[in-house]
Nanobody
Framework: QLQLVESGGGLVQAGGSLRLSCVASGFTLRGYAIGWFRQAPGEAREGVACSSSYDSTTYYADSAKGRFTISRDDAKNTMYLQMNSLKPEDTGAYYC???????????????????WGQGTQVTVSS
């Protein structure tokens, strides 16, 4: 079964940090663009941080620049999102996604995503 499974969400105070993980099973992440998306209540899902399938280039939403870092460990078939200096507006459900042969920017702002995780909730209290 091809799937992505997130973990690492939770409740954290403003200024704190969390690291999200997303493990792929049934396929290898090598050759896939990977990304993290956030969906706040009542809002559309938006790309937060994405990484290209072709090289190490990354794309970050303006809200994430300087605070979030996306990474991958192909040996563990896992992607990560390190989130620092968290703000209440970072609250939402976080989803990982993967798509073959794509740049990070296109994954984050485009409409094609081959695989989605089930989501993990991040709540930042003020």
């Amino acid at each position: 079964q091809l799937q992505l499974v997130e973990s690492g969400g939770g409740l954290v105070q403003a200024g704190g940090s969390l690291r999200l993980s997303c493990v792929a099973s049934g396929f290898t992440l090598r050759g896939y663009a990977i990304g993290w998306f956030r969906q706040a209540p009542g809002e559309a899902r938006e790309g937060v941080a994405c990484s290209s399938s072709y090289d190490s280039t990354t794309y970050y939403a303006d809200s994430a620049k300087g605070r979030f870092t996306i990474s991958r460990d192909d040996a563990k078939n896992t992607m990560y999102l390190q989130m620092n200096s968290l703000k209440p507006e970072d609250t939402g459900a976080y989803y990982c996604a993967a798509t073959q042969l794509m740049t990070g920017q296109k994954l984050c702002v485009g409409s094609i995503r081959n695989y989605w995780g089930q989501g993990t909730q991040v709540t930042v209290s003020s």
